[in-house]
């Protein structure tokens, strides 16, 4: 293994690289589609996901859309490159865009709790059963009885409970039907009749080629549910199957439990065993039904379920997400901003990948990071998920168009939309180096830890999370706790779920076997109840010599039910508090220290693998203490937690020594150690955020020693206070956002929003607001608007120096409006845009400016079925100064914010140019200092950039004369400040997505910090 991972290092294929999620958002067109593709190739994306997505206007499963995926099925061929398919027209997946639930039997279903006077009206639905509960209170009852019908009589303090059968109503997000019940195998079937033999019939000859996988969005058995409603998930095989795999117990006399805590009992068995059915029956209709048919058709059935992130939400909308994974060939998750560290939801689609055998773990990510998202931010994100088993990234958004809402969609666009994508495969490369490293062999995680979501589901009952948030937190944070302690004492595990345990486990002599897996030692978190064939499973495995902890107190327990069984297999096994475990765990499952200080680094991660001449080990430091509040963690930038000092200490034969692989190079460099009780020690340190990737081996010929920068070596700054001389990668920009405007030849209006005024003229057209709640495009009936609107927008400036040269006016739609500039007609230019295709460009001639006020007026018939108001831009050479009145364009700038210095809504890239004092020498260290934005490259005398992305932020300088050397900086831009959203209090908003576009927090739109701060 070890000459393949050396030999392909240079250029890992494409089996080692990530695949955009890429949005079909709008009219496809094949050539146009092409073209992307081969954006995305240079990206070094090896595939791209084709998902429909939010303003679709192609039919979606029709003959145009099959004729534009088998264009980018031969783009793929031609490019070398996977083209993978999506099973949904938007998500969760599962209604195939209302084409399976326009028949209603296929739509999910809810068991709905209606109290008081309105349990006794008729309403049309059929009664599940009706009850009379006592000292009823918020969500608990002191008891409750079942009645014959809701017109039996109540004691004084009873209250009547009626649970209803409800079928989810029509929505435009279904393009006017309903979700899936996916509980039911019939309506499962029928979703894969109508979409996956769909493409069969279409493509079936390409599947396992150049089309290796399809990927299912965010199925679950919660969505649809009716707004404000206390409903759960039915379905109507539900009450036999619970009874099935509860011992017999008879649901319909329990049904209050799914909804009130009764009694003093915090625990109730019926609620354990409803999520275990819901699990059951969701799984197996979906699941393995999807599973089985891939299988059957060579594919790899991959994507993600929704809310896997912790026990409470995963209980709630999938039941154990680890169930669901058994049947995907490529299991994954979802990892949405930059401020979740969703570690256990990584371990638990990692876990069921190794027992079932299945070596590609995707991970939709980056989504809802906002267009500043810096590339030390893919990294950071990517580097502790790799860390963690994942090695296909499906990065979250690429968008086809920009064109309306499809901008606001959940950005930054991972697509040329967005001024780096030219220098992104210094990204993809990086990755796929480390993916090519740790390919192959076998992961080494000897720790199996118990998953407790059993526990959970016997106290959650409905609306328990929002209605006591501290038992949530403290329910949700238990677990987190106890993975981010493991992981931090670099006590790597995998974690077993109780059911799949029962089947797939076996205790072996050569330890305690899940499937493909194989472990020496299990922990037992602190557990309310246990399942009996677990405690079988590891009384054998104790009997064989293995090593068995346990937290906290034995589980009262056993299946549900309260039992000494628990207790009495516990007694072989050995209880350890918290900060015991190491001592505990360590002789059987320690396989590397990683220690500052003479502890373990908490805040690094790590991955280890075995080859049969080798061992490979991925560190990355988070820059982060551990948190419980997995989802609370701070900005990527403000992550500067580093170990200047570190010990890695790896158990390894003797004869083996430790190289280093640089993955942003493919390099490899001999590290320094000495061997010592059986294991290779090794000194290093750790930056902020800095990754390595080592190899261990005997002996790996032509390495050389690093490069990195000599002791004492000389350090040069950029220079402050002092004019630069710069270079702009595209026009500056002027936004033009708050038009003033009048309607049907009224009085003008002061300016405001535009989005604000688009929602406005539709709500006295009488239509809903635009986004993406809206029946998609494809389907939505085209016909003549019933009223119109004969709007007129008014766009004014100063402009104290005319522009050197003819300026243009972006526009979406300009077809649809008649445009003058001071007056004077303009047209669009012929195939001329600027971002985005749809954004299209009008001249401007320098001859129409006027010194003063300038005029840009618009005027349509606005009506329900345009596409909408949108910002529009001035681009040109000049630069903004203050109330936004034109300027000579800036040559230089000095140090500081370029948003003040002329450049306030400039979104490209910006070289900044000087010269090295003569006589620096070759090997200086420039110290870049604070800057914003994507990434920095720097160049010596025109020479092939270095980029410096993320901490340390410095670059050593070579190829220097030392007379009139000249360095360019390069900072590498993003859509921010020309793109938004703008009128938020907070700028950097933990999440970004269609709805912060549309807040008004703020007077004036606020923007970020661009350039050499």
């Known amino acids: 293994m070890l000459d393949s991972i050396l030999s392909r290092l240079p250029a890992p294929g494409k089996e080692f690289r990530g695949a955009p999620f890429w949005a079909w958002n709008g009219k496809l067109e094949p050539q146009e589609l092409r073209r992307q593709i081969n954006d995305f190739r240079g990206m070094g994306f090896g595939g791209f996901f084709m998902h429909s997505r939010v303003g679709l206007n192609t039919e979606y499963l029709g003959r145009e859309w099959f004729e534009c995926v088998r264009a980018c099925i031969d783009e793929a061929k031609k490019c070398g490159m996977d083209a993978w398919l999506y099973d949904e027209d938007r998500w969760p997946s599962g209604a195939a865009g209302g084409l399976v639930t326009r028949n209603p039997e296929y739509r999910s279903r809810f068991i709905q709790c209606i109290s008081g006077d309105e349990a006794r009206a008729e309403d049309g639905c059929r009664t599940l059963g009706c009850f009379a509960a006592a000292d009823l209170n918020a969500r608990r009852c002191s008891s409750f009885r079942r009645l014959e019908s809701a017109g039996e009589p109540l004691a004084e303090n009873e209250t009547l409970l009626r649970f209803r059968l409800s079928v989810a109503p029509d929505s435009s997000w279904f393009n006017g039907e309903a979700y899936l019940d996916v509980l039911n195998e019939k309506a499962v079937e029928e979703f894969i009749r109508v979409t996956h033999e769909r493409y069969r019939a279409e493509l079936g000859s390409e599947f396992g080629g150049t089309v290796p996988g399809i990927f299912s969005d965010e199925p679950n058995f919660r969505t649809g549910f009716l707004p404000g409603s206390m409903s759960m998930p039915w379905t109507e095989s539900l009450p036999q199957t619970f009874a099935e795999l509860s011992g017999g117990m008879k649901l319909s006399d329990r049904l209050p439990e799914l909804f009130f805590k009764v009694g003093d009992e915090d625990f109730s068995p019926v609620r354990m065993h409803y999520y275990n059915t819901l699990t059951h029956l969701f799984v197996n209709a979906f699941s393995r039904r999807i599973g089985a048919w891939c299988e059957k058709n060579n594919l790899l059935f991959t994507g993600h379920v929704l809310l896997e992130d912790n026990v409470v939400s995963q209980s709630s909308f999938v039941g154990s997400a680890m169930r669901f994974y058994e049947y995907m060939q490529s299991p994954g998750i979802d990892l949405l901003t930059e401020h979740w560290n969703i570690f256990l939801a990584a371990k638990q689609c990692v876990s069921a990948a190794r027992q079932f055998g299945r070596s590609l773990r995707l991970s939709e990510t980056y989504g809802c990071t906002g267009w500043d998202f810096p590339f030390a931010g893919h990294k950071a994100l990517g580097d502790w998920q790799t860390a963690l088993g994942i090695n296909f990234f499906c990065p979250h958004l690429a968008w086809y168009t920009m064109e309306g809402e499809g901008k606001r969609d959940y950005p930054a666009g991972i697509s040329s939309q967005s ?149 009495e297999a516990y007694r072989n096994f050995r209880k350890a508090a918290e900060h015991e475990l190491a001592a505990a765990l360590g002789p059987a499952v320690r396989h590397l220290s990683i220690a500052a200080a003479g502890t373990e680094a908490e805040s690094i991660l790590c991955q280890l693998r075995r080859h049969d001449d080798c061992e490979v080990l991925f560190c990355c430091n988070t820059g982060v203490e551990m948190r419980d509040r997995q989802m609370e963690m701070p900005l990527v930038r403000d992550r500067n937690l580093e170990y200047p000092a570190v010990r890695i200490a790896w158990k390894l034969p003797a004869a083996y020594r430790i190289y280093e692989i640089d993955p942003s190079s493919g390099e490899i460099f001999p590290v320094d150690g000495f061997y010592e009780n059986g294991c290779r020690a090794a000194d290093t340190s750790f930056a902020a955020l800095q990754s390595r990737l080592f190899i261990a081996a005997q002996e790996i010929p032509a390495c050389r020693k690093r490069r990195d920068a000599a002791p004492g070596a000389p350090v040069v700054e950029i220079p402050a206070g002092v004019p630069l001389p710069v270079r702009r990668s595209e026009p500056n920009v002027l936004l033009l956002a708050e038009p003033e405007y009048r309607i049907d030849g009224g009085g003008w209006q002061a300016s405001e929003p535009v989005l604000k005024l688009d929602d406005r003229l539709r709500e006295r057209l009488g239509a809903r607001p635009r986004g993406g709640e809206m029946i998609q495009p494809w389907l939505a009936p085209r016909r003549e608007p019933e009223r119109k609107l004969a709007l007129e927008l008014k766009y004014e400036f100063d402009c104290r120096d005319i522009p050197p040269e003819e300026c243009r006016l972006a526009l979406e739609r300009p077809e649809l409006y008649e445009a003058e500039f001071n007056g004077v007609p303009i047209a669009p230019l012929p195939d001329a845009w600027w971002v985005d295709r749809s954004l299209r460009l009008l001249a401007l001639p320098r001859a129409l400016f006027v010194q003063g006020r300038n005029r840009i007026t618009l005027r349509t018939a606005y009506h329900a079925g345009m596409p909408g108001l949108e910002y529009c831009y001035l681009l040109g050479e000049f630069a903004v100064g203050e109330n936004a009145v034109l300027t000579a364009p800036p040559q230089t700038l000095v140090r500081g914010d370029w948003t003040k210095q002329g450049l306030p809504y400039y979104s490209g890239n910006l070289t900044y140019r000087f010269d090295l004092p003569d006589g620096t020498a070759d090997g200086t260290v420039l110290e870049l200092g604070p800057w914003r934005g994507t990434a920095v490259l720097v160049s010596v005398n025109g020479g092939k950039a270095a980029m410096a992305a993320w901490p340390p932020y410095r670059t050593v300088l070579t190829g220097l004369t030392g007379r009139g050397d000249r360095v360019e900086v390069t900072i590498l831009g993003h859509r921010r400040n020309s793109h938004g959203p703008f009128y938020l209090k907070d700028k950097w908003p933990v999440w970004t997505g269609p709805f912060e576009f549309r807040k008004y927090e703020t007077g004036e739109p606020q923007l970020v910090p661009a350039g050499l701060l």
Request: glycine share 10%; proline share 4%.
């Open 419 to 567: 001024p780096w994508f030219e220098s992104y495969h210094r990204i993809t490369d990086y990755f796929a180096r480390i993916n090519l490293a740790l390919s192959g062999g076998a992961e080494v995680r000897d720790l199996l830890v118990v998953h407790p979501i059993e526990s959970t589901w016997g106290v959650f009952y409905e609306g328990r999370d929002s209605a006591e948030p501290e038992w949530n937190t403290a329910e949700e944070n238990r677990l987190v706790h106890l993975t981010n302690f493991l992981l931090g004492q670099h006590l790597d595990f995998d974690f077993g779920d109780e059911e799949i345990m029962a089947r797939h486990g076996a205790a072996e002599e050569a330890g305690l076997r899940i499937g493909q897996a194989v472990y020496q030692a299990v922990l037992l978190p602190e557990m309310r109840t246990i399942r009996r064939s677990t405690l079988e499973l590891l009384t054998a495995f104790r009997r064989n010599g293995g090593t068995v902890c346990f937290l906290g107190a034995p589980p009262e327990r056993t299946d549900g039910a309260i039992s000494g069984a628990a207790a």
